[in-house]
């Protein structure tokens, strides 16, 4: 791997602390390549005692950070987020190669995940706060915003980069210094941010990368370590609820990123080729391991023939193989559980009456590849109806009429993404009114973005992302009542 960069100083692999390289006190871990399963590096694996010496770190340093001017910050973080931009190439790559999507993809992350650092820099200064008419002739009353103080970040490995910059830039960008533990999965990506950091001179202690093989452990040191005031989790719904009643005895402020379980709706007066494109690139984008991943595509009974047919084609023009090789198109998923859950669901649907249009079956690249598949015939009843397959599988439902598809639509705990293809300008109110999802991708399959509020309702989670919002989660509001 080292090879493939232009600067071989990004592949670094200890724990970045304080502003300080630090080996693991137990030892390290691997890094495997999902496409080839070759270990390609291996990365501190911290204890809890050293996180609890970051997090110690970091607080040291936050003061500081934000008694800084918001044009200070936002000065160094474009720093960080030019430095992202000129190493892009590389950042893609370390990225591709632990985590296995194609290296167009992964460049594209490191755009989109820099995004953030932009966009927050220049939030930075515009943390206003707020006059309030007083409430008696003597009165004034001043609303402060002021940073929430240390962070703590549990992040995926499905978008290795961009998960810690959307939560790092809102927090530095508001004064909040910041502890990441990656996924054991895709540490690299994220160490690399530290090595920007220090580069784009954020000073010591303020952003902070904590590997460890033990997600649990950190994960109550974070909760239990009265330094930190805020944490930040990306990741499944099972594991949010577990942090969430952890951070309950701290009172501790979450933002939490669950799981989702999209439904794509498919109208018999949309643009079928344009909604092709949009199910193609929402649910094989990253192989079908992302959370606003369309899990269920609902096509209405006059157009799902037509519309099977020409997914059919779409799927079967992808290009399967190893992210680093030009023209991949799709990669391996990231392990062998990743291929159970999605040959589990495809068994379900068959053994209840569904069928395969195309794929069904590991790929003949062997290890985590697999078949993009399509299967038809599918109803409420079956698993992928009710969890989220992080896969390449596309399941099709019959739907009659409007009312029927929303109350479907709605039937699941989860609430993140939606997405629905129709021309009726009625019906698309009406639709994206009644649908109970935090994100409603009207004919358009792609909805992510810095300047849009990303997040979740129902057991999807807490807290956006992105925009003037997605600042917010690290502030807090104080009043000042003053008599004059
Ligand atoms: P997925 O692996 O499907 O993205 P998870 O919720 O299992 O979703 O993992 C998301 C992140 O949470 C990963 O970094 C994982 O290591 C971490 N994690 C898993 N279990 C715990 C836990 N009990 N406490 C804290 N973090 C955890």
């Known amino acids: 791997l080292k090879s493939l960069l232009k600067d ?32 390609i590096a291996q990365v501190a694996d911290l204890s809890r005692a050293q996180v609890a010496g970051a997090i110690a770190q970091a607080e040291a340093a936050q003061k500081e950070w934000a008694a800084m001017t918001g044009k ?31 290296l167009a993809e992964a460049i594209g992350e490191i755009g989109y995940g820099a995004s953030f650092i932009e966009f927050f820099g220049e939030e930075a200064k515009r943390i206003y706060g707020e006059t309030i008419p007083g409430h008696q002739r003597d009165k004034r009353i001043t609303v402060l915003k002021q940073p929430i103080g240390v962070a703590a970040s549990i992040t995926p490995w499905n978008f290795p980069n961009a998960m810690i910059t959307r939560k790092a830039a809102p927090a530095l960008a508001a004064g909040c210094a910041f502890v990441a533990r990656p996924a054991k999965e895709t540490p690299l990506s994220a160490i690399v941010m530290g090595v ?34 805020k944490l930040t989790f990306t990741g499944s719904t099972e594991v ?37 494109e949009g199910a193609m690139m929402c649910k094989f984008r990253n192989n079908g391991q992302t959370c606003v991943c369309a899990n269920r595509i609902y096509v209405q009974a006059g157009v799902y023939d037509e519309f ?24 391996p998923l990231i392990n062998a559980e990743a291929i159970e859950k999605v040959q589990e669901h495809i068994d379900d649907v068959l053994s209840n009456g569904g069928a395969v249009l195309t794929g069904g079956a590991a790929h003949d690249l062997g290890g985590t590849f697999f ?27 019959k739907f009659e009429d409007e009312d029927e598809v929303i109350a479907m639509a709605n039937d699941t705990i989860f609430g993140l993404a939606s997405y629905f293809y129709a021309k009726d300008l009625s019906r698309v109110y009406k639709v994206a009114e009644a649908l109970e999802y935090g994100i409603v991708g009207v004919n358009t399959g792609i909805i992510s973005t810095e300047v849009a509020p990303f997040g979740g309702i129902k057991q999807s989670g807490l807290g956006r992302e992105g925009s003037h919002h997605g600042i917010e989660d690290y502030l807090e509001m104080k009043y000042i009542c003053m008599s004059v």
Do not use: H
Request: charged share 20%; aromatic share 6%; with cysteine.
């Open 196 to 229: 920007l950091a220090e580069r784009a001179g954020i000073p010591a202690g303020v952003f902070n990368v904590v590997p460890s093989s033990s997600a649990s452990q950190i994960g109550k040191e974070f909760c239990e370590n009265p330094g930190i005031r």
């Open 72 to 102: 200070e910050r936002a000065v160094i973080l474009r720093r960080w987020f030019d430095l992202m931009v000129e190493n892009a190439a590389d950042l893609g790559a370390i990225l591709t190669a632990e985590q296995g999507k194609p």
């Open 308 to 331: 099977s047919a020409k997914l059919k084609v779409a799927v079967e023009a992808l290009n399967i193989g190893d992210g680093l090789t030009a023209g991949t198109t799709t990669g």
């Open 371 to 397: 078949q993009p598949t399509v299967v038809t015939g599918v109803t409420q009843d079956m698993k992928v109806a009710q969890e989220e397959t992080f896969g390449p599988l596309a399941p099709l439902f």
């Open 240 to 276: 949010g609820r577990i942090l969430m009643k952890q951070a309950a005895d701290q009172v501790m402020k979450c933002s939490m990123e669950l799981g989702g379980n999209a439904p794509f709706i498919v109208f018999d007066d949309a643009d079928l080729d344009a909604a092709v």
């Open 8 to 39: 071989p100083e990004l592949l670094a692999t200890k724990a970045y602390i304080g502003g300080q390289w630090v080996d693991g006190d137990n030892g390290t871990f691997d890094v495997t390549n999902p496409a080839r399963g070759d270990v």
